[in-house]
């Protein structure tokens, strides 16, 4: 298995991501390890802090709506 140290990764901790699929912001918690092959992330809910795990190809950077 490869080196976690030396790989590159699409996202760093504390970016911003949403779901390919749609859905609310989330910031990056965690990169993945050589245990769990996905990025932790976590977002609000109202005032409930919630988390999830999603791999890389199901995440995009965000993009906040342009302002008129």
Not at 10 to 31: R, Y
Not at 35 to 41: F, G, H, I, N
Not at 49 to 64: A, D, N, S, T
Request: glycine share 8%; charged share 25%.
């Amino acid at each position: 298995m490869a080196d976690p140290k030396n790989k590159t990764y699409a996202f760093k901790q504390g970016d911003i991501v949403v779901l390919k699929s749609g859905g609310p912001p989330m910031t990056i918690d965690e990169l993945p390890n050589l245990m769990l092959d996905s990025y932790s992330t976590r977002w609000f809910k109202g005032a409930t802090q919630e988390h999830g795990r999603f791999g890389e190809h199901l995440l995009v950077k965000y993009e906040p709506p342009a302002k008129k």
